[in-house]
């Protein structure tokens, strides 16, 4: 099963970009789904994640108000509308896949994890 992360680029502080991920297989129909981030020198940290109906989402402090995650399962993918970027938002942007229905914040609960795909915000 693979994850394939897209819509990454460089853009203006200000500026919205939409992340897609898509999924190989339509496997992650009950699974929680989520959205790291890794900016140059830091460790990866959690952004934004959904729960396998939908229904439930959280987000990082930093980004609440701004970021937007959703998901099709029919198209067996993942989105994350990101507005009002601010050059601290520049990371490698990476989909992961849960082990359980649930959100969390914990790397060790997502189980598979797309390659990123690179977000780049000039002040």
């Known amino acids: 099963v693979q994850l394939q992360a897209s819509g990454g680029g460089l853009v203006q502080a200000g500026a919205s970009l939409r992340l897609s991920c898509a999924a190989s297989?339509?496997?992650?129909?009950?699974?929680?789904l989520g959205w790291f981030r890794q900016a140059p020198g830091k460790e990866r940290e959690f952004v934004a994640a959904?729960?396998?109906?939908?229904?439930?989402?959280d987000y990082t402090d930093s980004v609440k108000g701004r970021f937007t995650i959703s998901r099709d399962n029919a198209k067996n993918t993942l989105y994350l509308q990101m507005n009002s970027l601010k050059p601290e938002d520049t990371a490698i942007y990476y989909c992961?896949?849960?082990?359980?229905?649930?959100?969390?914040?914990?790397?060790?609960?997502?189980?598979?994890w797309g390659k990123g795909t690179l977000v780049t915000v000039s002040s």
């Open positions: 297989k339509p496997t992650f129909s009950n699974n929680a």
């Open positions: 992961a896949a849960s082990m359980t229905s649930t959100t969390s914040r914990t790397r060790n609960t997502y189980r598979y």
């Open positions: 959904i729960a396998w109906k939908g229904g439930t989402t």
